[in-house]
């Protein structure tokens, strides 16, 4: 079993900044790749990042490409989202998962385990 729980959710303004975290507990750490989803109202949830159990790699959605940075702190067992550029069509709950293997993936089904969710708002 693996509890994750997102933090740094807010409201900025186009064109801002901010850093999601993603702190994971009861399975060692690298042992699994950790994703980013999210979900906007009245659409499905999305894959926005992923990275692999070293973090040596990382995938990204096409529309976060360039603006988004997924990172991993293995000593704090924690992911990161930097997420720059922000737009409002960025305006969505965000979902860190962990994945049930060590390989990077964008397949929900891929990630046995999910956090609460954190909002992400951009203003126009």
């Known amino acids: 079993q693996v509890h994750v729980v997102e933090s740094g959710g807010g409201l900025v303004h186009t064109g801002g900044s901010l850093r999601l975290s993603c702190a994971a507990s009861g399975r060692t750490f690298t042992n699994y790749a950790m994703g980013w989803f999210r979900q906007a109202p009245g659409k499905d949830r999305e894959f926005v990042a992923s990275?692999?159990?070293?973090?040596?790699?990382?995938y990204y959605a096409d529309s976060v490409k360039g603006r988004f940075t997924i990172s991993r702190d293995d000593v704090k067992n924690t992911v990161y989202l930097q997420m720059n550029s922000l737009k409002p069509e960025d305006t969505a709950v965000y979902y860190c998962?962990?994945?049930?293997?060590?390989?990077?993936?964008?397949?929900?089904?891929?990630?046995?385990?999910w956090g609460q969710g954190t909002q992400v708002t951009v203003s126009s």
């Open positions: 990275v692999n159990w070293s973090g040596a790699a990382t």
């Open positions: 998962a962990a994945g049930r293997s060590t390989w990077l993936t964008r397949e929900q089904s891929d990630y046995a385990f």
